[in-house]
């Protein structure tokens, strides 16, 4: 089991040798029912936070307005949290204050009915006041009380609906659903931070990330936050590289292909999620009808990647994504067709690209993309064989000459020398030079023709 849970154990052994009520709460329950590891574990009490305050030696008052403190035992923290119901909701976010209560209206002020359950370890036992084991066999996310007033109070819900949906596998009942359907145009309330927090674990934890995003598409809330992506419903692609229909489609088709599995090692999963659901998010602005010279209607996408790459960089922006990952993501995007040219590449060019740190991100979205589409694999297969073929050499091998060489023949420091040791390195990777020596005849040559024309 999970290295807190032993810790989680004592602190509620503590609570209740001081005569107080003691369970474990939320998410550490529900996973315990469907057989998942639990992330952390949350203790509900009836003790008050002044109180948990007193019975633990480290603590760290989190949000003590709204009962909420963090026990520290073994470098481990446990969040302990008064039985509480909450009111004053404003604006559609966090509660202004709370008033310690019941177990009972604890559970009703919780978000999904599969969230609302309390665990009693010494007892084994369940405690239920939601209707949430029912829930939970049944694989449904179903709001507490009246979906759309809890929606109304907070609106992350409704991506937090959508997550649990996503990551377990389970359907959004239907008045939950409806209610996110009503009220998904107020997501843009919720800080954009919140927003790409859901997301991001929406498409990076769920086993079916091309289903979630089909969710968001379905619940209204991916029109309001990503506006960009609607327009790849319903558009048009060339069948014969696109038998699998609609560029939405296809990127849903990659999503869950990336959740069945990805290759390629030290790949970060939130930049492979977005590179895939943007990288053809340009291709509606870039598409252009004309037609062969036999009058046969043609579907062009006009610098489609470029166009892409700039709304991707736009969306990760907005959503105030990390710097490196929007940097990545973009050069991934932008560069998603060189791949089409890799048979005809040299291959002191590809190595080259092979050896930047973002090609692994770039290769796994051309393999999703031609999983996803046509299903030829030659240009990642020559990609894999040149690997395969250079496997017990670095990517790129040590350069054979350097600028003191250089320097030696009487060149003057400055850009020259770089262009030429360029061009040296290249000649070295195509096997043009077979050794040092030849590599500097060949340079001193060079360097003679290059001060006669000066
Ligand atoms: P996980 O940690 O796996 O994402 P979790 O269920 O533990 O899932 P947390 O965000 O850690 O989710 O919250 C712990 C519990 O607090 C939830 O199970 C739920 O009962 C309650 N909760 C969290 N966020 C909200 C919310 N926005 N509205 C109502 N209840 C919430
Ligand atoms: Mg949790």
Redesign the pocket.
Known sequence: THPAYETALRVLATLREAGHKAWF????V??RLLGRE???Y?VATDALPSRVEELFSRTVAVGKSFGVIAVVEDDIQIEVTTFRSEDQYEDGRRPGSVTPTTPEEDAQ????TI??LFYDPVADRVIDYVGGREDLARGLVRAIGDPGERFGE?H??ML?AV??AATLEFEIETRTREAIRALAGRIDRISAERIEIELT?TLTESPRPGRALCTLLDTGLLAEVIPEAVPMVGQEQPPEFHPEGDVFTHTCLMLDRMGAGVKEPGVDRAELAWALLLHDVGKPPACVHSQWPDGRPRLRFDRHARISADMAEAVMRRLKMPAKRIRNVVTAIDRHMRFMHVEEMRESKLRRWMAEPVFPLELELHRLDCEGSHGDMSCYRRVMDLREKISREPVLPEPWVNGRDLIAMGLEPGPGIGELLDEAFERQLEGEAASREELLAWLRERVAQKSNQA
């Not at 002020?109 to 999904?112: N, T």
Request: glycine letters at 14%; hydrophobic letters at 20%.
């Open positions: 709460a939320g998410g550490s529900r996973d639990a992330k952390d949350d002020r919780r978000d999904f969230n609302g907070d992350l819900r937090r997550r649990f674990r």
